[in-house]
């Protein structure tokens, strides 16, 4: 079947007017960014990736990234980069410590739905960026300040590069400009978590050529070309910071990549199913149509006359990279984003070939789904809520917290409503932009309500009460975190602290500079009954036993599970 039956796909339901994809754009793009402000930052990876770019702001050192002020080479500089521009532009603010992995996301959505455009016409454009741009696992990952929106972004960029380029209309010029783009792309995701931005895409090309037999495609990746543009981008970096670090090398490219997917050294094993349930729910709302057209994306799809099927590559590359991490010996759940966008191309495809009758048919269950899990979270919410319940978690902010979930689960199950309303009406592209929207609106409330959970996954609620209490604390007096260490308490202090008895995943860092942090309870209890003025946090029960033995201490504020004292 060839490519050339793509311009037909377009040609089916009609797309936005001018006008009416100009409205979507700016509703999608005030929703999308409305809450980056309103939430504080919660332990571990959003007070992590907000103070590595605070300190190099700060100490205008870009090349070596630190962590509460001790060496931190788990993961490369570009994120940091970004994040450190934005606060010296902008200012230090919870909106410019999120806007990378939000800005990423959103630019992502665009970026489908302009490959899609390029590869099947407007609908196919329209179709795949409503398909992403409301997936709850997307939506979810673009809000939460790690380091995977950032990749994601990238390598769907060179993966959509790659699609264009292999059009049978590409002209040469046309294909190498968008091949040495590709490459780019894929350096800067290397620049954004490491190896994983290449491999992965390597992995997949070599599987895809493995399943089709066609091993031309290898001769149009402009491999000299682009392999010198990869390396101008994404080796200088790696080249200076290994140049000021000798311990760089063996701890990012050993130990960081190779011990964590062949071990279980990270503590973040998982059986071989980890991913299933994430999957399932981080697809939603578009289960139902996946279910239905997952073996369709591959038997259904049209091969180019060079040989090329865009749609069984966004196959193959969504399922490597669920496998991939599914036999790893690391997993955490947002390792599975960057297979979303290519999930959304070829779900945006079978969005415009499936019958209207049969999307309707489809869209009943996915009401179905929506309609019980609404009603379970309405009636189980409360008492599985309690269970969690202990010294260190209120029931309070559980209950608030359930509020939000609840008015989420009613908004999606109105918007499957509304999708169901539309297709019966013969109007799918009101539908699925219903389904879209409601999605999004539905994630954007999860994540807003997460905020009432901030007492007891944040230090900014007792960092502001002591302040407001207080003043500001004195920045030239020692602050000492004993025997634990929370991720957001330097970003709201806006300085570093001295971790007492606790290294964690900074252990490689203070073996390099030993004098950053104190070994033992010993050598900080001299230190701090030496001082004029110090302050300290630590766990409520570490509290309470040094209390017993007398050492000085005043208590400045305390919240579920910390207290942070002052030496007079």
Excluded at 300 to 314: K, L, M, Y
Excluded at 362 to 367: F, K, R
Excluded at 386 to 399: K, T
Aim: charged residues 15%; contains cysteine; aromatic residues 14%.
């Amino acid at each position: 079947m060839s490519s050339a039956a793509a311009p037909a796909v377009a040609a089916a339901p009609s797309a936005l007017t001018r006008r009416g994809a100009i409205i979507l754009l700016l509703v999608f793009t005030a929703i999308w960014f409305s809450n980056l402000q309103y939430r504080r930052l919660v332990h571990p990876d959003e007070g992590r990736y907000a103070e590595i770019p605070r300190e190099m702001a700060a100490s205008g050192d870009w090349v070596t990234p630190r962590l509460n002020g001790i060496k931190y080479f788990e993961k490369p500089a570009l994120q940091y980069w970004i994040t450190a521009a934005a606060y010296s532009i902008f200012g230090v603010h919870h909106w410019t410590a999120r806007l990378w992995p939000a800005l990423s996301g959103f630019l992502g959505v665009l970026f489908i739905g302009y490959v899609g455009f390029r590869l099947g016409g407007p609908l196919l454009g329209l179709y795949s960026a409503a398909v992403l741009g409301g997936c709850a696992w997307y939506v979810l990952n673009a809000h939460i300040l790690t380091l995977d929106a950032g990749v994601t972004f990238w390598m769907s960029v060179g993966l959509g590069c790659l699609f264009i380029a292999q059009r049978d209309d590409a002209t040469p010029t046309e294909e190498r400009g968008w091949m040495l783009a590709a490459w780019a792309a894929l350096a800067l995701a290397v620049l954004s978590k490491g190896l994983i931005g290449v491999v992965l895409p390597g992995a997949a090309m070599l599987l895809y050529t493995l399943l089709r037999r066609d091993w031309s495609l290898w001769r149009r990746l402009h491999l000299i070309g682009g392999l010198l543009v990869f390396l101008a981008i994404a080796a200088p970096w790696f080249v200076a910071v290994s140049l000021r670090n000798g311990e760089f090398f063996d701890f990012f490219f050993i130990r960081e990549h190779f011990a964590r997917f062949l071990t279980s050294e990270a503590h973040r094993e998982g059986a071989w199913w980890y991913f299933v349930p994430i999957f399932v729910a981080g697809i939603l709302p578009w289960l139902t149509v996946f279910l239905w057209t997952a073996r369709r994306m591959w038997t259904d799809a049209p091969v180019g006359r060079n040989g090329f099927s865009w749609q069984r590559f966004a196959v193959v590359w969504s399922a490597f990279i669920f496998v991939f991490f599914s036999v790893s010996g690391s997993k955490l759940p947002s390792y599975i984003l960057p297979m979303f966008p290519a999930l959304a191309l070829t779900l945006g495809w079978q969005l415009t070939v499936v019958p209207q009758t049969t999307l309707a048919r489809l869209t009943l269950p996915l009401v179905a789904i929506m309609g019980v899990i609404a009603l379970i979270v309405i009636v189980a919410y409360t008492p599985l809520a309690s269970r969690f319940v202990d010294a260190r978690q209120p029931l309070e902010p559980l209950l608030e917290y359930g509020v939000w979930l609840k008015t989420a689960c009613v908004v999606a199950f109105a918007g499957g409503a509304m999708g169901l309303f539309y297709l019966r009406s013969g109007k799918r592209t009101a539908a699925i932009l219903s389904v879209s929207l409601t999605a999004l609106v539905a994630a954007m409330l999860v994540l807003t309500g997460h905020d009432t959970l901030a007492e007891a996954r944040s230090t900014a609620p007792i960092v502001s009460r002591i302040v407001a209490a207080n003043g500001p604390l004195r920045a030239d007096v020692p602050f000492y975190t004993v025997r634990m260490y929370d991720q957001t308490l330097p970003y709201y202090l806006g300085r570093t602290v001295t971790q007492v008895e606790h290294y964690d995943e900074l252990a490689m860092g203070i073996a390099s500079e030993p004098d950053k942090a104190i070994a033992t309870e010993a050598e900080w209890l001299r230190r701090w009954n030496a001082a004029e003025q110090a302050y300290a946090i630590m766990q409520r029960d570490e509290y309470k036993r040094l209390q017993d033995e007398g050492v000085p201490m005043r208590e400045l504020g305390r919240d579920a599970r910390r207290v942070i004292v002052s030496r007079r």
